[in-house]
């Protein structure tokens, strides 16, 4: 059996059992998300791994597209995934939870440019949503009162 | 390298051994930023899926996927980093006189 880690802090994790496929949330709590790949700090490939060569470690969470090449085979091209960097993780549970805010992950440009270049240049939407969801929480007050 | 170069990949000894079925890794802390090493790769006989969590080493249930699975999965094992030899495409090369350590989960 794999050895218990007895007095030493830490566990054991199983890339495909607790973090391929995983969803990824930020630091509020907000889905961003899901593990597609992880990336490793390099080792020789390709030719003779000395014996007292470090073991690899987690560079980085990838997600992008790989449904394709799950389903068809081969590797999706470096360019097309995006990377979490490993030392923003703070938990590995049944979710993986960042210590950072998704506004400042690469992951999430997608909604940051739908936001800036098309949701923001519609009249009214700049508005924080907060406000209103605020509104809908009094209305359902008084609806129910 | 990225994990799937690893999984699903040939391992070979002086033979055929199997595939990689998972990448163990010791995260050695549960705090902020703290590097999770691999610790080995666990080798299966007969097939590249994953063992659905079923290598830890109290889970039996549902008996029948747990059945199905561990037989499926019979005869996996664990071979630390530093017995692996080698790195190649779809082909892992570990060095002679390795140890097959146990790959169940605690």
Known sequence: ?145 | MIITDLLGSRVFGPEFLGFVSDVRFFLESESVGRPARVYGIIVSPHARSSSLGFERSGVRSPWPIAALVRRRHRGSFLVRWGDIERLDVDRIQVRPGFERASSELP
């Open chain 1, 1 to 145: 059996m794999t050895p218990s880690t007895g007095d030493r802090p830490g566990r054991w994790l199983d890339a495909q059992l607790h973090l391929l496929d995983r969803q990824v949330l930020d630091a509020d709590d907000v889905p961003i998300a899901v593990v597609d790949d992880l990336e490793l700090s390099e080792v020789p490939f390709g030719q003779e791994i000395p014996i007292d060569t470090p073991p690899p470690v987690i560079t980085a969470l990838l997600s992008g597209a790989a449904l394709a090449t799950r389903i068809f085979g081969g590797r999706p091209p470096e360019s097309r995934m995006l990377r979490t960097p490993w030392v923003d993780v703070v938990e590995v549970g049944v979710v993986i939870k960042l210590g950072v805010m998704r506004d400042t992950l690469d992951l999430a440009w997608t909604e940051r440019w739908v936001r800036d270049r098309i949701i923001g240049r519609i009249p009214g939407g700049r508005h924080t949503p907060g406000g209103k969801q605020d509104n809908h929480s009094e209305d359902g007050k008084r609806g129910g009162s």
